[in-house]
């Protein structure tokens, strides 16, 4: 069965430094979006990316952050300057178009901003 | 403003016996999914189950059923014969049925099955 996979399963980083966390979502599907859970807390919602653009962004998603989809398979998030509160495991998910549009999630990066 | 509530942060069952998660949400919208994700201790959410409201029957997968209540806007989870592959952190989400929409989440009810 198809799963969305993401690189690396975890990632330490300096403050200040940037980290850019890849994902591969399923291949028929055309909507993609980035999650993250602090530890102990609920998921939340970042971004969402369909047609080559960003779809929705949430407060979280500032100027720190972007999305690109460099080729046909990847996407991607980059966090410029990490902050310690950028610490979290993130999740990439994605869907097909119409229907249900049920959100497939990867097995998520942790990040640990030191 | 679309929330989602579990208000049980853990719950514990019997293996073999039926446990109920509970959650409640809150939405203006009329048309909407709902879904049941599992969490393992690996991490990767997978989808237990899922529920449109426009649908009056409620879902069903194998040992998972969810008891749908749009009016009350409740939508609890039910596991039968439970299992200790079941043991697992919870998610209830919600989505606007437009397309993309992110989900809201809940805070995830976590489900301990004692042998």
């Known amino acids: 069965e198809p799963e969305v996979t993401q690189t690396p399963s975890h990632q330490v980083t300096q403050m200040g430094q940037e980290v850019i966390l890849r994902c591969v979502p399923i291949?028929?599907?055309?909507?993609f979006y980035w999650y993250r859970q602090i530890l102990g807390q609920k998921v939340e919602f970042l971004v969402s990316f369909y047609n080559n653009e960003i779809s929705e962004k949430s407060e979280i998603f500032d100027d720190q952050f972007s999305v690109e989809r460099p080729d046909g398979s990847n996407f991607t998030l980059k966090i410029r300057s990490t902050k310690l509160e950028d610490s979290a495991m993130y999740f990439c998910?994605?869907?097909?178009?119409?229907?249900?549009?049920?959100?497939?999630f990867g097995p998520g990066t942790r990040l640990l901003v030191l | 403003a679309q929330t989602v509530t579990q208000s049980q942060p853990e719950m514990s069952v019997q293996e073999a016996e039926t446990v109920t998660l509970s959650c409640t949400y809150d939405t203006s919208e009329s048309d909407y999914y709902l879904f049941w994700y599992k969490q393992p201790p690996s991490r990767q959410m997978i989808l237990v189950i899922r529920?449109?409201?426009?649908?009056?029957q409620n879902a069903t997968e194998n040992r998972f059923s969810v008891n749908f209540q749009k009016a009350a806007k409740s939508f609890s989870l039910k596991i039968s014969d439970s299992q200790l592959g079941d043991a697992a952190m919870y998610f209830c989400a919600y989505r606007i049925a437009d397309p993309g929409n992110q989900f809201y989440f809940g805070t995830g009810t976590s489900l301990t099955v004692i042998p």
């Open positions: 998910a994605s869907s097909e178009v119409g229907g249900v549009e049920t959100q497939y």
């Open positions: 529920q449109e409201a426009y649908k009056q």
């Open positions: 291949s028929n599907h055309l909507y």
